[in-house]
């Protein structure tokens, strides 16, 4: 069997802001929360592509490198949990047009290339807990971080010695 890589794209966070979340994290759950996301693989998915093989791949990057978009501010400023998939969240209350355009080109482009999509909407998210297995309270709103959106980029999720580890593998930029 032809060997496939596990891919998606993303935004990835500037490092500062990867920082002040752990930080504003651990003043704010119990630790028993849930299994807490290593500050180096915080990101917010654009679109989720599955085990795909090495031509998916270089075709999926060649449509993805032909987007034209500007580049966008992301306002973090909300929080929640989902039950279903066990984790906690943080995401945009609102989120920006450029964000839903580039997730939903991005989204289709796999679509029309086999890759299954969750026919769920897209909601932008960053995962702050995985295996949240009980009813976690969420903080009062009062967090808000803002930054701006010039790339996107595509990862690879690597599970070695027990961890898993989202390594970048190309970025585009979004022209201003
Ligand atoms: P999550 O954070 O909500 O779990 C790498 O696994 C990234 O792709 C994660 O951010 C994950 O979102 C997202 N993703 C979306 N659909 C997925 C799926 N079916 N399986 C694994 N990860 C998925």
């Known amino acids: 069997m032809a060997e496939t890589r596990r891919l998606f794209f993303a935004l990835q966070l500037p490092k500062e802001v990867q920082q002040q979340i752990i930080q504003w994290r651990a003043t704010q759950f119990p ?9 180096e693989n915080l990101h917010l ?3 989720f592509l599955g085990d795909i093989s090495a031509e ?30 066990n984790v906690v969240w943080i995401g945009p209350r609102h989120a920006p047009l450029g ?12 679509a029309r290339s086999g890759c299954y999509q969750s026919p769920q909407p897209f909601h932008p998210h960053i995962t702050l807990y995985r295996n ?29 010695q027990g961890r898993t580890r989202y390594q970048q593998l190309q970025s585009w930029s979004l022209s201003n």
Do not use: H
């Open 31 to 39: 630790e028993e929360t849930g299994r807490p996301v290593a500050a």
């Open 45 to 47: 998915t654009l679109a």
């Open 56 to 85: 998916k791949q270089q075709a999926l990057s060649l449509l993805a490198g032909r987007i034209r978009q500007r580049g966008f501010t992301l306002t973090i400023d909300d929080a929640g949990q989902w039950v279903r998939s």
């Open 99 to 110: 964000l839903i355009q580039l997730a939903n080109m991005l989204r289709a482009q796999a």
């Open 132 to 160: 949240t297995t009980r009813a976690v309270a969420i903080p009062p709103p009062g967090f808000r971080w803002q930054f701006k959106v010039e790339a996107f980029a595509l990862y690879e999720s690597v599970f070695k």
